[in-house]
């Protein structure tokens, strides 16, 4: 042995070789509790360095701080001092290897053989993960969707009510009577008509006719009975021609009616021409400016001019002959229609170019037009008639002349 080595060959006795390992166990040991010491040496020089630092921190805390309120920021500067100490990792026991020889080792004893490495089972073979089952697609009918029934509609407002009634005639079936000529039947002409007279029945009883004389001299207005002349509207001549009345068998023949002076006119009779037309509250419709005559003599409609009977209105109206009425009031004849002013307003103009409109008024409800005709009689005073041929009960007196 050299040194105090164990070395191969060498045969060391037990008792030395105990005493090796409690010297090195002995310097271990040793070794560590220098290193301890040291390490407290270092700290504590360490601490005393950075003790008055630590001092005047926490002497400027404490006055900013209450003390109890100090207390936990001077233990964390304390324990934060630890964290200053360095960290030295201990040094590391190292054994000398020791291989004893053949000798000391004994007799060898037999190993055991290491069992047999298990080759794995072979794993069964894996199943392939069954397909998933298409899944069938569910289609659920959907609920039906309520009927939504359409609000009802509002019915239709009705039409408003007819006021008017109107029938259109052609220039060639009527002819305006004022103005127009008057012939003999060979065809002389010897005057124009310029009025007409209407008993109590509306009916047409008198042509007056201006007679002309040699250049407008010697021109007089007579009467004549209206079964004296024939009308032809669409003559290319004179539209009135004077004729004798036909003779009847048996009888003498008619002399040829006279003509009779304009101041003789009977006094049951009205004159019709610039003749005022009223209602019957009274109030003014128009005046008559023509009469419309057809082919059989018989008055079709009368021409107002309602200039004056509505405001801003300066039109003429084709009133029809048949709604005319003749009342008497206060002792004088008056014409009157049963127009309201809605009626005038609504009725369609009368133009000699145009087709002739002839308006009727429309006569109201069944009871308002019984309560109507029975008010009729009490407000005029007397039976007032009309062009169907109905006959005023009372006549004015002999003597009043006609209302112009």
């Known amino acids: 042995m050299t040194g105090g080595f164990l070395h191969r060959g060498d045969a060391p006795s037990n008792g030395l070789r105990a005493s090796d390992r409690a010297c090195r166990a002995d310097c271990a040991f040793h070794a560590a509790a220098r290193w301890f010491l040291h390490s407290m040496v270092r700290l504590f020089v360490r601490l005393i360095v950075q003790l008055p630092a630590l001092a005047a921190a926490c002497a400027q805390t404490l006055r900013a701080m209450r ?187 008619d002399p040829v009616p006279k003509p009779q002076p304009v101041n003789e006119a009977p006094p049951n009779l009205v004159q019709l021409v610039d003749s005022t037309v009223m209602q019957k509250n009274g109030a003014r419709i128009g005046r008559v400016v023509d009469v419309l005559v057809d082919s059989q003599a018989q008055p079709e409609a009368l021409v107002l001019d309602l200039s004056s009977s509505l405001a801003g209105d300066k039109r003429h109206v084709a009133a029809n002959w048949g709604d005319l009425h003749v009342i008497s009031r206060n002792k004088q004849w008056q014409l009157q229609m049963d127009f309201n002013d809605a009626q005038l307003k609504a009725s369609p103009t009368y133009a000699p170019e145009q087709p002739i409109k002839i308006v009727s008024p429309v006569a109201p409800a069944p009871a308002s037009t019984a309560s109507a005709a029975s008010a009729a009689p009490a407000s005029s005073g007397t039976a007032g008639t009309t062009a169907s041929g109905a006959v005023a009960a009372q006549t004015p007196a002999s003597g009043a002349r006609p209302a112009r």
């Open 67 to 253: 003390f109890t309120a100090s207390l936990p920021v001077f233990a964390a500067f304390a324990l934060s001092a630890c964290g200053l100490m360095p960290q030295q990792t201990p040094a590391p026991i190292v054994e000398h290897s020791y291989i004893p020889t053949p000798a000391e080792a004994g007799p060898a004893e037999p190993e055991e053989p290491l069992p047999a490495v298990q080759a794995p089972e072979p794993a069964s073979a894996v199943k392939p993960a069954p397909a998933p089952k298409p899944k069938r697609r569910i289609v659920r009918p959907k609920p039906p969707e309520p009927a939504v029934t359409p609000p009802p509609e509002p019915p239709e407002p009705p039409p408003p009510p007819q006021i008017i009634s109107t029938r259109i005639m052609q220039h060639e079936q009527l002819h305006g009577l004022l103005d127009s000529e008057v012939q003999r039947p060979d065809g002389k002409v010897v005057g124009r008509a310029v009025d007409m007279y209407v008993d109590a029945s509306a009916k047409p009883r008198l042509l007056m006719v201006n007679l002309a004389g040699f250049l407008g001299v010697g021109d007089r207005k007579v009467n004549f009975p209206w079964t004296a002349f024939r009308f032809t509207p669409n003559a290319k001549g004179a539209p009135i021609t004077f004729v004798q009345p036909p003779p009847v068998k048996g009888k003498p023949a």
